[in-house]
C-alpha cells in the first residue's frame, strides 16, 4: 500500500487524539462513517479526497499537512476548535465532553512532572479527576497506557503481585 496513506493514517489518528475525540464521535463530527475513518487509520485502503476534506474543514487543518510525514498537530487543537464551534450547540457539546484518554495522557497528564515517577492505575485516575475534572475508569487507562508505549513504561509493580506501575518514558 501506498506510503501517503499511512502517513495521513497516523496523522489522522494524532490529530483525532489532538481533539480527544473517539473515533465514533470524530466521524460523527466530520461527517463521515466510522468504519471510513477506522480505515483511513489503519492505512490499508485508498482514501476518498472528499473524506480528507470533510477532515480539513472540521479541523482546519490543511490536506497539505494531514499528508505530510511527522506532522504535529498544535498542542491546544481542542481548545481552538472549542472556541471556533461555541455557537454550534450540537458540536460544542461532544467537544466539551470528557475527552478521550490518550488525550489525556499525551495533551495533559505527560505536559505535567506527575509520571516522572511510577505510580499505580488508582494514582492516575485520582490525579486527573482532582486536577481536571474528568471521570475515567482503571480498566479503560490500563487499555490506553498498553497502547501507548512510545510514551509510557509499564513495569511490575515492587511489591505488589498481578500490578503494574507507569510512568514517561525517558
Known sequence: MDGSIKI????????????????????????????????????????????????????????????KPGFKPPANLREKLLQRYKNSPEIYVTLSDTPSIPYIIKYRVLKTDFLNTPKERGNIVKFVDNNYGWKITGNSLTNALKRMLDLIKIEPHPTKGRTNVYSRKK
Open 8 to 67: 495521513i493514517g497516523e496523522n489522522v489518528t494524532e490529530i483525532r487524539d489532538a481533539i480527544g475525540l473517539s473515533q465514533k464521535d470524530f466521524a460523527l463530527l466530520t461527517g463521515i462513517s466510522r468504519a471510513t475513518l477506522v480505515n483511513i487509520e489503519s492505512g490499508n485502503k485508498p482514501i476518498k479526497v472528499t473524506s480528507l476534506d470533510k477532515i480539513a474543514v472540521f479541523t482546519t487543518i490543511g490536506l497539505d499537512k494531514l499528508s
